[in-house]
């Protein structure tokens, strides 16, 4: 029960504190269909005088990355059914594909919601996927905002491309202050995947910004999306050469191998690791989650935050989905509800063509300011780029705690 009244608060702590919009508009409520490739939430026969607007998702719900794409797809899902709700009538319509973290089955996905008449794209979840639709939604001139894309060229790719979660170079950056500035060590070794754009941006400003603050790198080892079965050596030449911290910004699934491996070594570094690093704790079959004790990383949200606004989150996605939410659900949920304060600020509805909805939301999220769960006073750039502030947590007691 009190996890009840603490979802309904949410809901209406996050719609209230937005402008009213729609006005006469019939009660309804949302629901959810799943299919193998679709996930959507809609109020059907919803009457009045909006026109429901088309928000579709694009990410990856099963293979590999499925952490990531299942956590973004319930966080969306979660805001527009209490924004629906809240409302009393459907003001978003969505559907979420799986891209399988391809960039061609994104494209796919992409095609089939044009089918469908999307208006807005809430995605896709990983950078490769992202780089090749943004592509596509620039020539189409489709608003598009992903919550957790990271790499720089994903902006560049259009003025229409947003994103939520931290640029690469921003991660890469605060990563090596954060070091530097807490004194975890001096003698680093990173381990990335060169054939990555997110991984290998990362890198890149870490290792710049290292030389800054005075730390050392003393192990640059890579790998790549073809050979990437057995991370041990790259891992043995942080430990020849005396690295006390090994920097990994790389995702979770090649995470799990290098700490297996320094486990069965007797490597014992600091291990610390950006936002892709968030899942390992649910998202790898067979790994032996206690090998990602003290494992630290950056992200923008921490769920045991004490804040009434995450609580409230925390409770109501425990609720709807059995599990704790992570950074990606977090950031997903922030897209539904800065679009949506945008929609209300510039009176946008259903009706409208995607490109007059794009130019009403490029000019919004250039002027406006969001409070949402990943950050207070988030701003948007002409570049798309958002402004907020870094989190550092640590895995203690196999769960994410706040540093």
Not at 123 to 136: I, M, N
Not at 251 to 271: C, D, M, R, V, W
Not at 390 to 402: L, Q, R
Request: proline share 3%; with cysteine.
């Amino acid at each position: 029960m009190k996890k009840k009244i603490i979802s309904g608060l949410l809901a209406a702590s996050m719609v209230l504190s937005l402008a009213a919009c729609g006005s006469s508009a019939s009660s309804g409520e949302a629901s959810s269909e799943a299919a193998s490739t679709t996930e959507s939430a809609s109020t059907e026969g919803a009457t009045g005088e909006t026109t429901p607007i088309k928000i579709g998702g694009i990410g990856p719900i099963t293979g590999a990355a499925a952490a990531y794409g299942k956590a973004v797809q319930h966080g969306e899902e979660l805001a527009v059914k209490e924004i629906n709700e809240a409302a009393g009538y459907t003001v978003f319509d969505w559907q979420f594909q799986d891209d399988e973290h391809d960039a061609e089955k994104s494209v796919n996905a992409y095609n089939n919601l044009k089918d469908w008449g999307v208006q807005i794209l809430a995605g896709p979840v990983t950078t490769t996927p992202t780089l090749a639709v943004a592509a596509e939604t620039a020539n189409d001139n489709v608003f598009t905002m992903t919550p957790s894309a990271s790499a720089q060229n994903v902006i560049e790719t259009g003025d229409n491309v947003f994103q939520v979660c931290f640029t690469d170079p921003n991660q890469g950056v605060a990563s090596a202050d954060y070091i530097a500035d807490n004194g975890l060590a001096t003698k680093i070794g990173v381990i990335y995947d060169s054939s990555d754009a997110y991984s290998s941006g990362i890198r890149d400003k870490f290792t710049e910004e290292a030389g800054v603050k005075g730390l050392e790198i003393v192990a640059d080892e890579s790998f790549t999306g073809d050979n990437k079965s057995d991370l041990s050596t790259q891992l043995a030449k942080c430990q020849s050469a005396g690295a006390e911290l090994v920097f990994m910004p790389i995702y979770y699934t090649e995470a799990s191998q290098i700490l297996t491996t320094a486990n069965k070594t007797g490597y014992a570094p600091k291990f610390f690791g950006c936002d892709g690093m968030d899942g390992i704790l649910d998202g790898v079959e067979g790994f032996d989650t206690a090998l990602a004790e003290d494992l630290m990383l950056l992200t923008p949200f921490a769920a045991d935050a004490d804040d009434a606004k995450t609580q409230a989150f925390v409770a109501a996605y425990e609720e709807a989905y059995g599990e704790t939410p992570n950074q990606f659900a977090a950031d997903a949920y922030d897209v539904i509800y800065s679009i949506y304060q945008a929609v209300q600020s510039a009176n946008i509805t259903g009706d409208m063509s995607a490109s007059d909805i794009c130019e009403a939301l490029k000019a919004e999220f250039t002027s406006m300011t969001f409070d949402g769960l990943t950050g207070t006073g988030m701003t948007w750039d002409a570049s798309g780029a958002v402004s907020k502030a870094p989190k550092a947590v640590v895995i203690k007691n196999g769960a994410y705690a706040a540093m």
